[in-house]
Nanobody, 125 residues
Framework: QLQLVESGGGWVQPGGSLRLSCAAA????????IGWFRQAPGKEREGVSC????????NYADPVKGRFTISRDNTKNTVYLQMNSLRPEDTAVYYC??????????????????WGQGTQVTVSS
């Protein structure tokens, strides 16, 4: 019943932009930290960005700093990843994942307990 559904992926030329969405179904995102991850062919999965439950804390991996922006709309139960100035090395399957907030839980860490199915992003000429 707890589901995450990514969308917005596709093909884009270098320098272009995409906006990914991750919608939660069956639960409310208000008390969850959310992260975006990606996995390129032949490579290990890596963290891209994360946002805390209230949106006050964000974190970005070095390769995407200044180009990607994570945001969340708890009213719509959705998190977004705005991807600008895309490069071929950004090509990967992008996943969203969540984990519960808590008094003793570090917010906005690159981890996930529940994962979406992924959406393909391809950057090429």
């Amino acid at each position: 019943q707890l589901q995450l559904v990514e969308s917005g992926g596709g093909w884009v030329q270098p320098g272009g932009s995409l906006r990914l969405s991750c919608a939660a179904a069956g639960f409310n995102l208000d008390y969850y930290n959310i992260g975006w991850f990606r996995q390129a062919p032949g490579k290990e999965r890596e963290g891209v960005s994360c946002v805390s439950g209230r949106g006050g804390i964000t974190n970005y991996a070095d390769p995407v700093k200044g180009r990607f922006t994570i945001s969340r709309d708890n009213t719509k139960n959705t998190v977004y990843l705005q991807m600008n100035s895309l490069r071929p090395e950004d090509t990967a399957v992008y996943y969203c994942a969540v984990y519960r907030t808590g008094l003793l839980v570090r917010p906005c860490d690159f981890r996930g307990d529940y994962w979406g199915q992924g959406t393909q992003v391809t950057v090429s000429s």
